[in-house]
C-alpha cells in the first residue's frame, strides 16, 4: 500500500451514520477534515502530512504533523498537544522533516515578530526526526532573520544537494516603518509588500549551514545571501550546491503580488561565495 494511499483510507475508514437528508447546517462546515499536503521520504518508506481540521470551540482552523510508516502501515500524529504544523519536507536523506510553524520559539529565546491579523501568519522554521523525536527550532536563541514567508511564490525551502545546508526566504525582523511612523502609530501598506504581507519586510534568501548533530536548534550558522532592497523567492540550488537561483523585479516598477502578477519577473544567479547575482 502506497504512504499518500494510507492517508486517503483514514479518512475513509471513519464509520457513517446514515442520516435523514436535511438543509447543511452553519456548523456542518467546521466538520471537514483532510490530510495534506503529503510528501514521501527519499526511500519511500516513511510519509508525511499535515492533518487539518476546524477546532469545534474555538471555529479556528489548525494544522498539525502526522507520520505513517511501518507494516502493517500507521499513521498518527508525530507530536502531542498537536501543535501547529504546515508544510513538511524532508531532507534528502530522510532522516529529518522541516517545516513551517507558528509556535512560540522557547522561552527567553528571540521570537518570531508579529504581523497584522489580516497578514499571512508569522512562521518560522522547525526541524523534527523523521523516526519521530522533539521537533526543535531552525535557528538559536538570537537568529538573525525575523518572519520567513510561507506561501508558494516567495516562501520555496530548499535543503542543498549534499542535505547540509537549507534555503530559504525571510525578512530581517524589523519594523519597516519609519521612525515618524512608528512614533504616531501610523500603519502604510507598502506598494512593493505584496498582498498580505501588511508589516513584514523585504524578502531575503537566507541560508542555514545545519549542525551534524543538533541540539536545542538546528543551525550552526545562518547568513543571508541578499540584501538590496529588491524582493527574492522561489530559490533553488545548481546541481553542484555552489549557486542558488532566485525570482525577483529588481526595477523601479514593483507590485503586489503573491495571487496575481502583472509585472516583469526575471530569474538571477547567485554566487553562494561572493554573493554576487547576475541576471
Known sequence: MQIKTLFLLIL?????????ARPWKIDDLFAAE???????????????AIHNWIEPESKQQRQSLWRS???PLESKAMEAGAPDARTPMFSPDGKWIVFFSTRARPKGWKQTPAAEVFSEPTVDLWLIPAAGGKAIPLGGPKKPYGRVYPDRFY???????????LLFAADDGGDPRS???????VQVVRQDQGEGYT???VADIWIAELA????????????RLTDDGF????????????KVVVHANRTDDQESVRYSINKNYDLWEIDVATKKCVS
Open 12 to 20: 475513509l475508514s471513519t464509520p457513517l451514520i446514515a442520516e435523514e
Open 34 to 48: 483532510s490530510f495534506y499536503p503529503v510528501v514521501v521520504s527519499p526511500d519511500g518508506n516513511v510519509g508525511a
Open 69 to 71: 510508516a511501518g507494516d
Open 155 to 165: 516562501g520555496h525551502v530548499s535543503f542543498s544537494p549534499d542535505g547540509k545546508r
Open 179 to 185: 521612525k515618524a511612523e512608528v512614533e504616531n502609530g
Open 199 to 201: 508589516g513584514f519586510g
Open 212 to 223: 551534524e548533530k543538533p541540539g536545542e536548534y538546528a543551525a550552526e550558522k545562518i547568513t
Open 231 to 242: 524582493w527574492y523567492g522561489g530559490a533553488q540550488w545548481s546541481a553542484d550546491g555552489k
